[in-house]
């Protein structure tokens, strides 16, 4: 067993996808895959339960799994401190967010830490799930549930609202909203049930239980683009809301949900100085970003 096979493994293990890890590793898919073979022929045993939606690790991969993220993190670390990188403000840092908070508000902010800070390159993941920090995908994660790994670092970042939306030219032709109950007869947008990767998103739920909505996306973004173009009704963040002017809050003192981000790190990537960096520059925008947030 090599350490090259090993890192195609994790690769492997962290997107759960060949062709996602075949894109990070820079080699082709089929390579990915003699690699992770040849893994398991010289370990006598099934790493991954493969089928056409992926790669999902079996008991005996998670124990390798915690075996290669002690070498690479060991490897990893020593490697910095030897060259001096831990102390230095360059190199990548890797950050997971969710959908559109990385999208709408955390891109925006990257212009001016880069002006300060221009050796230091960013990796962004916009992702509809959570982030694997502790196997090590991101090197910093802002979420939308506190993290309870006592392995990372995690703070609080701020809290953001989120209100029902519906286009002007939608409600121009419905003026018939006036309480929750006038909703049943209404086209509303929201995720996909069996897809929420958290409780968090199940604000539907919470107001019209028994309202099927006419479009679901696992995608707020889609979801945002869907009242954009007048298909319906959806419980949106303001940060995200406010980018479209032709955009109305609805039934505000019905729906008026209050959320958090928080944001995490293993406690050997928040040593950094780039990863530290990243994270004071992130606490002082959303501080400075609080009536954005807020939909004030």
């Not at 790493?47 to 690479?72: M, N, P, Y």
């Not at 173009?229 to 003192?253: D, H, K, R, Y």
Request: hydrophobic share 40%; charged share 25%.
């Amino acid at each position: 067993m090599n350490w090259d096979d090993l890192k195609v493994f994790l690769e492997v293990a962290r997107s759960e996808t060949l062709t996602m890890a075949s894109k990070r590793l820079n080699i082709d898919p089929s390579t990915v895959s003699r690699r992770i073979h040849k893994l398991e022929n010289e370990l006598g045993t099934q790493l991954f339960d493969r089928s056409v939606t992926g790669h999902l690790l079996t008991e005996h991969g998670h124990e390798l799994l915690t075996t290669a993220l002690e070498i690479e993190q060991k490897t990893v670390a020593t490697l910095d401190i030897l060259q001096g990188k831990n102390l230095e403000n360059k190199g990548n840092i890797r950050i997971g967010t969710t959908d559109a908070f990385g999208s709408y508000f955390i891109t925006e902010q990257l212009t001016a830490f880069h002006n300060t800070h221009k050796y230091i390159s960013i990796d962004l993941l916009p992702l509809q799930r959570l982030v694997k920090l502790t196997q090590y995908e991101a090197d910093l994660a802002v979420t939308i549930e506190k993290p309870e790994n006592k392995s990372l670092v995690v703070t609080k970042l701020c809290d953001y609202r989120l209100k029902m939306y519906a286009s002007k030219d939608y409600l121009e032709k419905n003026t018939d909203i006036n309480c929750l109950s006038d909703l049943s007869n209404h086209a509303t947008i929201g995720y996909v049930d069996d897809l929420i990767f958290s409780d968090q998103l199940c604000y539907l739920d919470r107001y019209l239980e028994k309202v099927k909505p006419v479009f679901r996306s696992t995608s707020v973004i889609a979801q945002y683009k869907a009242v954009q173009n007048g298909l319906g009704l959806a419980i949106l963040p303001c940060f995200l809301a406010s980018n479209a002017n032709n955009l109305v809050p609805v039934l505000e003192n019905e729906i008026n949900i209050i959320r958090s981000f928080w944001m995490a790190a293993p406690i050997e990537r928040k040593r950094l100085a780039r990863v530290n960096k990243l994270w004071q520059h992130l606490k002082e925008a959303t501080l400075q970003a609080k009536p954005l947030l807020l939909g004030q």
